[in-house]
């Protein structure tokens, strides 16, 4: 098959034509066409060949231009197949991208056109089939072969820029060539054939500001140190040309907004040099008094400004600081205002840039000065006291109408008006004292007692006699001094505690005294007996010289059923001037200590005091106790009542051997078995005790160890005798289980040549411990030796 193009396209596609026309049958071939040979053998050994006719598609590929405008079919070109004879026996048929309603081709002269008009930048090929087919029979002449239309581009998009307008920036003072932005533009034309799409960058609005890079599409300040003082925004206006700039290119804008971001290149400055503010004298301190501001043509940090007092004059009564919001200088006072001392005041007042570039250092200073002259203005004041406290002292016990003090107060201002006093009406100190009105002198109204109250507050107050309206305050303590008017007496208030086994010379209390004077005269005391009263038989006094004094015993031992309290009058004097003395009694309790006096307390008291418990709480635990052991009684004795067979199944009436494989406790367990019953078989028949049940406690009484040795004596009765009485005894007993019971005894025998170490055959002897000596332990220990003694009187007897 042969494909074939029209020649009146574009000089390009004559050229394609000629190049198909010429060579296409033996250079454009999509694969090397077979040929067939059927060959028959003569008689002569010759062959003849019989040719078969080639058959192969003959094909291009196919251009079509976009955008066709005209009314008919645009011709794309031509399929043909060797085996079309031209007769129309061969029909063509065509499928693939577009086929039948974009593409179409004639059946029998196998020419295309395409029916619509094309956009590349909607699609740039198709891919397409074509086959020639038999048109009588229908058969494939030729297998089917795919070839491809391809859209060719013309210069139909201009350029396009992104969605603008576009925000830029760039610094105030900025270099020549500063870049600024690079713009893009795009173009939806192929780039790979012609000039279509090769973009061109212009500045069409802007200059002589900025410039703009033809190929690159970067904006560059074009002036150098533009001033953002001067003009802070431009409008910028960027075209994209295609064709590479020629004429009939197509072309798109954008615009570009720039603004000039600001930098420190302007200083601060002050309207005016000189400044002039009025202060009244009455102003506080710590509060504004004024304000002063410089301007700055910067913005932000740019503009911040710190304000500064740089002549000592103004920098010792005013101090300024900076408002941020406003960048005020605020001017505020540090030391109070005296118009009568200082009329005017002279500030030199400084404003620096806090953030200065360096960049920028040739332009000058960033700091600019100021005067503000501060006049300040006389007002009328309250009077002022000659100090700000005032503290006096007045004896206790003076009488009404005593001098304590007086106080002073001057009116400040140049007239000199003169002052009234008086108390605060509001203290409770106006009770105690009152003030001469003109004189300030302050008496006492009463008498007044330190150990009552030793310091009094009080606010006195002064105002002009022209101007009541304005008042000064000054407070005043007055310390009351102490006169010797207390006598002393004891310390304690207490019960002494005397033991009953106290000796003569024994230390019973060391006492102190106390007295309501202060210091000086209530730290030395004095102690004795009253002397009109005679010699107390029982108890001596002994001063220690230290402000305290010993209460000592004259007698051994005291009773507490003869006589339990004694009262001991004691004489105390002060070392004041004049001096002072008080009789105090003290009680002293007779109770039965511990052993060496240690705990000086009666026992009930001292019990019911370690405790720390009231006596119905006492009640109430001992009454718990009881209960508890009651419960305790009650289990015990169903425990004990309880009999428990040796055999647990009723139904198990099998013989059974029961084996005793206890120990026991020893010679010395008396529960588990008798000893006894084996040495004296005679004795053993007072004790018959069922053997399948737990014994019962026995209490043996306390006796001396003689009685007990008497007690197991040893028959020399036979053993074998014993054994036999226990066998008929177990035979004739109705309480044993209904089987065969083993009962198994072993005996020793008598005598060894290591004799017996049991405390049971050893003869006791007489205890010669003396217990006397519990007696001297005190009144806990009584019960035991009275125990002890009794136990020793039976064993005499």
Known sequence: MRISAPSCLCPFLVCLCFIQRCYGASHHLPAKVPSFR????????????????????????????????????????????????????VRYILSGDGAGNIFVIDEVTGDISATKSLDRESKSHYVLHAQALDRNTEEALEPKSEFIIKVQ?????????LDGPVVATVPEMSELGTSVLQVTASD????????????????????????????????RTALSEMDRE??????????????????????????????????????????????????????????????????DEDLGINADIKYSIINSEGANTFSISTERDTREGIISLKKPLNYERKKTYTLHIE????????????????????????TVGDVDEAPVF??????????????SGTEVGAVTARDPDSRNSPVRYFLDSKEEGVRYFRIDENSGLIRTTQSLDREDMSWHNITVMASEVDNPSFLSHVPVTVQ?????????????????????????????????????????????????????????????????????????????RFNQQTQELYELPIVVWDGGEPSLSGTSTLTLRVCPCQRHGRVRMCQGEAFLSSAGLSTGALIAILLCIVILLVI????????????????????????????????????????????????????????????????????????????RAAAVELDESDVHEFIRQRLVEADMDTSVPPYDSLQTYAYEGQGSPTGSVSPLDTPGTQSEQDYNYLDDWGPQFQKLAELYAEAESEVTA
């Open 38 to 89: 059927n060959g028959t053998k003569l008689a002569n050994g010759e062959t003849e060949v019989h040719h078969r006719p080639k058959r192969g598609w003959i094909w291009n590929q196919f251009f079509v231009l976009e955008e066709h405008l005209g009314t008919e079919a645009q011709y794309v070109g031509k399929l043909h197949s060797n085996s079309d004879k031209g007769d129309g026996s």
């Open 153 to 161: 581009d013309i210069n139909d998009n201009a350029p396009t820029f």
């Open 230 to 295: 001067a003009r802070e925004h431009y409008t910028v206006v960027i075209q994209a040309k295609d064709m590479a700039g020629q004429v009939g290119g197509l072309s798109g804008s954008t615009t570009i907004n720039i603004t000039l971001t600001d930098v420190n290149d302007n200083p601060p400055m002050f309207p005016q040099k000189n400044y002039q503010l009025y202060v009244p004298e009455s102003a506080q301190v710590g509060k504004p008094v004024g304000k002063i501001k410089a301007t």
């Open 386 to 399: 000659s100090i700000d406290h005032y503290i006096m002292d007045v004896y206790e016990n003076s009488p």
């Open 351 to 374: 404003g620096t840039n806090t953030h200065v570039d360096p960049r920028f250092s040739y332009l000058g200073s960033f700091k600019d000065t100021a005067t503000l002259k501060i």
């Open 188 to 219: 939806a034309d192929d780039p790979t054939y012609g000039n279509s799409a090769r973009i061109v960058y212009s500045v069409l609005q802007g200059q002589p500001y900025f410039s703009i890079d033809p190929k690159t599409g970067i904006i």
């Open 480 to 556: 009351v001094l102490d006169v010797n008017d207390n006598p002393p007496e004891i310390a304690t208030d207490e019960e002494v505690i005397v033991c009953e086994s106290s000796r003569p010379g024994q230390v019973i209390q060391t006492v102190t005294a106390v007295d309501k004077d202060d210091f000086a005269n209530g730290q030395r005391f004095s102690f004795a007996f009253p002397s009109q009263l005679p010699v107390n038989p029982n108890f001596t006094l002994k001063d220690n010289e230290d402000s305290s004094a010993s209460i000592i015993a004259r007698r051994r």
């Open 632 to 707: 305790v009684v009650l289990f015990i004795t169903l425990r004990r009542s309880k009999k428990e067979p040796l055999i647990i199944s009723e139904e198990d009436i099998r013989e059974n051997v029961v084996t005793y494989d206890d120990e026991g406790g020893g010679e010395e367990d008396t529960e588990a078995f008798d000893i006894i019953a084996l040495r004296n078989p005679s004795a053993a028949e007072e004790f018959k005790f069922r053997r399948d049940i737990r014994p019962e406690k026995r209490k043996h009484c306390a006796l001396p160890r003689s009685h």
